[in-house]
């Protein structure tokens, strides 16, 4: 049986849904300015030509990430990526390559092995997100890396997948659900027989505070760590191009492919042995800096 509180909870969800869906033609205009103050504010640093031997990228490196830039170009003007090879796969998330063991490695070897004498601090920005065709660094796990330093000795680039707005929606819900659960606690719960009475003999008063109640909720949930929250620059990208949101923030971004996306999913997409090292070896020919 549910607990007498729950139509109100119901309210307040429902309250949530219909504003969220009142503005969504707001947003839209909302996506558009600001994809639009992007293009004027974001600056790109170099541009990278990736040729591999099924197809071409073309990437463009993020001036404010530095010194991930500074480092991926040297390696890549000194040949360290010519003839390696993309050594793990994984459709739906990304491809990797670039390690220097997979220079000539027999077929069917375990390669991409870490190394940390190549690894730098990392240089975490809010802006930069694992859409698909983000260029990033890979590391290795908290537990022996707790400063999450990036490992330059390799790459890899997002592939992801093309998410409903309404997919996203469930994604912020459950990831919030504790922390609101916590806010009804602390703002609903002291009022509840206060609300269930208005309801009955003040409509006006009840609505009145039904929309304080979840604006402080929304706010506890904004402030408290952990929250997940799309900006309107990852929901615009993460349901047209696509991407892989569960690394958001965790490892360093330092550029996006700008062309050649679909060959992201044709090396995404080859047959791989157990080690997610494609069965047909997919070799970097070369990495030119413009």
Known sequence: MPRKGSHIFCVLQHNIYFYRQNKKVMKKTYFILVLLLAITTTTFAQTVIITTNVGTMKAKLYSNTPNHVRTFVARAKQGKFNGTLFTRVIPGFMIQGGSLDSRNAAPGAKVGFADRSTEIMPEFRPEHFSKKGALAAPRQN???????????????????????SGEL??????????????????????????????????????????RIIREQVDSMVMATPGHLKFTPEQREAYTTVGGYHYLDGLYTIFGEVTEGLDIIDKIAN?????????????????????
């Open 142 to 164: 908290d537990d022996i890396n707790p400063k999450r330093k990036s490992d330059m000795s390799q790459f890899f680039i997002f592939e992801g997948k093309v998410y409903r």
């Open 169 to 210: 929606d469930t994604l912020e819900l459950r990831a919030n659900q504790k922390i609101q659960r916590k806010a009804m606690e602390k703002f609903y719960n002291p009022v509840e027989n206060e609300l269930l009475a208005l309801r009955d003999t003040n409509k006006a008063e009840f609505n009145r505070r039904i």
């Open 270 to 290: 080859q047959p791989r042995d157990i080690y997610d090292r494609p069965k047909k070896d997919i070799r970097i020919i070369n990495i030119k800096i413009e």
